[in-house]
Structures are given as structure tokens and as C-alpha cells.
């Protein structure tokens, strides 16, 4: 799994096995808590009306988020963009970015216009 070989080389997991069971003890309910926050202020004229609507916000909130910022960290690179041109600014760049901002902006227009019925009626 090349993620978890990324993630245990960027951050070293050090410390006795009790350390490493507090330090995700405390940081899971840290992170969710943060990114529930997020979820708030993005859909912030809204608000969940049920169990269901809470499920929405926490189980394909948090992911969809997670995944947005996992896609603009590997596809926005200095390295990817070098192979692009190597001119710190360029028209080709900048092409090429907006391009997989429509692409990833129509898949989640596509997502809402078949879900957005349904997710509609468990908010207010």
C-alpha cells in the first residue's frame, strides 16, 4: 500500500506502543472534531434535521473532504507542475489546473444533481 508507506515515511511513529495508543486516543476524536467543524462552515447555511442528515454530514462529509485534499496534495505538486513547464508561471500550468478543477467540480455537480433530492430533504 503505497499511502501507508508515504505516510510512514513523512511522519515517524515513535514513542512505546502506550504513547502510540494515547497519541491516537487523543488525535481520532482531535481530527474528526476538526473536520466536523469544516463540514459546518461549508454547508453553512444548513443544518442536519435528523439521524440521517447527521449521517450524511459525518459519513460523506468527512471523506469527501479528506479525499478533495488528498487529490489538489497529490495532483498540485511543485515536482508535477515542473514536468508541466519549467516556468514558475505559464498559461500551460494554469490550463491544465482548471481543467481538473472542472473535472472534479462536474463529478461532484453529477453526484449532486443524482443525490441532491435526497440529501435536500435532511437539512433545513
Known sequence: M???KWIK???EINGTWKERIV???VGIPIFFGI???LMFFYVYSHWPIDLIGWS???LAGIPASLCLELIGKLGFT???GQKVSSNRFSAKRVMIALFFVILIVS???LFWFV???FVRTHFK
Open 9 to 11: 515515511e513523512k511522519h
Open 23 to 25: 497519541r491516537y486516543a
Open 78 to 80: 511543485k515536482e508535477r
Open 35 to 37: 473536520y466536523l467543524a
Open 107 to 109: 463529478a461532484f455537480g
Open 56 to 58: 450524511i454530514l459525518i
Open 115 to 117: 443525490y441532491g433530492s
Open 2 to 4: 503505497p499511502i501507508i
